[in-house]
């Protein structure tokens, strides 16, 4: 046996860096040599700086593109390979295992027990099963109905830590200066400022236990909000998995979704407006099999637009949001949705004068529809989405960017947004059983 066994972390820049945290530090025998990234573009040839990885490391540690991982196997001796990202497919999952035990190191997936930190406050997590599932929105709507109880949530928001890590170790977003301060890309914007325009501040960044610690000195209740369809990093006392009804079976097939589906109390069915009955048979059918004891409800995500009478006979430019549409699969999304509904002469293809690193996300994903995936992760990238808008020469822009791109992107084209709101549909109503849960929770609250 040896003293320490060699390890390699695969992530994207976030469950990554917390696993690190909750599981490596405290047990110092597994010493990692490096992070391989993938995903999120821009994210490899950086570090994890020393000052984060603690005292059992004299310099940061290195991060490489996931495709060196056979030669980082070797190069490092390397003995495992702990699989740390989201929103994988089965075969993804186990391809990449197939290929770390080729290369003679073993394949190792951490779990809750782990990795998650315990509240001393009252936890709500909602979780998915697939990126763009719907679990922000709904989790917006939690925060409001908490509220309306008179408690404040302290809303702590998978980490997006994309620049210098140092500097985002605890992150607090109140107002819009915060976004500035911290040069937030449009994916983090797109998480934080739907909250900020509701009231409410939210948390992100690196070292979760301070991050966590940090929140609970203001709060009454903590809600998790997820990223893909990652499992919550703090402990929680009510579990809530979102599905989705345009992705029937994916629920079963994509890791670790699979897993918030079976730790669920309740699992919400959406867009079921949008679905075909059999999809939403097919969802109930593996709930029953793999969850038979969880409360299940049925909702959609309505579709609101600041101007609608805009749209009518308007060549038109859709941006959605950039994850939702590459990893998470989907073709299109609500802002496609309200060009059809409300008429435009055009939905305007961008693939033709797309530009850098959109036109190559075009050739990667090419399940996407005629939309624009609002790609912003360095200024680089923001710039050429800008570019690719001008290249349109639209008539209007359709923004369904949960932060509104106005903010980060110059451009004289009008632009009207479109955001998504939870509604219920059957079942037990949800803001029932969080008035339940909050009476048995919180001493006093009634």
């Known amino acids: 046996m040896h003293s320490k066994f060699n390890c390699i972390i695969a992530g994207a820049a976030g469950r990554d860096f917390h696993d690190f945290q909750t599981f490596f530090r405290k047990y110092p025998e597994f010493h990692v040599c490096a992070f391989t990234a993938t995903q999120i573009p821009f994210i490899d040839s950086r570090v994890f700086p020393q000052s984060l990885a603690g005292p059992n490391y004299e310099s940061d540690i290195p991060i490489f593109p996931e495709e060196q991982l056979p030669e980082l196997i070797g190069q490092f001796e390397i003995d ?27 394949f190792v997936l951490l779990g809750p027990e782990q990795t998650q930190l315990k509240s001393t406050r009252p936890v709500i997590a909602v979780t998915a099963v697939r990126t763009g599932a719907g679990k922000s929105p709904l989790t917006r709507w939690i925060a409001c109905r908490l509220s309306d109880l008179g408690l404040t949530p302290g809303i702590i928001r998978h980490p997006m830590p994309y620049g210098d890590l140092a500097q985002q170790r605890c992150q607090r977003f109140a107002t819009e200066a915060d976004l ?41 209740i903590v809600l998790w909000d997820g990223g893909n369809n990652d499992f919550s990093f703090v402990k929680p006392d009510l579990l809530i998995t ?11 097939q994509y890791y670790p979704g699979e897993s918030n589906l079976r730790m669920a109390d309740v699992i919400v069915i959406n867009k079921v407006s949008a679905a075909e009955t059999a999809a939403i048979m097919q969802i109930k059918a593996n709930i029953k099999r793999l969850n038979p004891t969880a409360e299940v409800i049925e909702s959609n995500l309505e579709i609101v637009v600041n101007q609608p009478e805009l749209i009518a006979n308007q060549r038109v430019l859709v941006i959605e949001d950039g994850p939702t549409l590459l990893h998470g699969g989907m073709a299109t999304g609500a802002g496609y949705c309200a060009a059809i509904q409300f008429q435009a002469e ?6 033709a004068f797309a530009v850098g690193s959109i036109a190559e996300a075009f050739q990667q994903y090419p399940h996407m529809g005629p939309i624009l995936p609002a790609l912003g992760y360095s200024e680089e990238q923001r710039a050429e989405l800008s570019q ?59």
């Open 242 to 252: 979102v599905t989705d009804a345009l992705r029937p079976g994916h629920e079963v």
């Open 80 to 106: 495992f390979v702990f699989l740390a990202y989201s929103d994988l497919a089965y075969e993804t999952v186990m391809h990449t295992a197939s290929l770390v035990q080729s290369c003679g190191a073993s």
């Open 346 to 351: 055009q939905v305007i293809d961008p693939r």
């Open 180 to 220: 500035d301060a911290y040069d937030c890309t449009i994916e983090e914007r797109e998480e934080y400022e739907p909250y900020l325009e509701l009231g409410f501040s939210i948390f992100a960044g690196v070292d979760y236990e301070l991050i966590l610690r940090t929140a609970e000195q203001e709060a009454d």
């Open 388 to 446: 690719t808008i001008k290249g349109s020469n639209a008539d209007l822009i359709i923004d369904a960017t949960p932060a509104g791109l106005s903010h980060v992107i110059q451009t004289s084209i009008p632009i009207v947004r479109v955001r998504y709101e939870f509604q219920q549909v059957t079942g037990t109503l949800l803001q029932g059983m969080i008035e339940e849960f909050v009476r048995q929770t919180i001493p006093g609250c009634s």
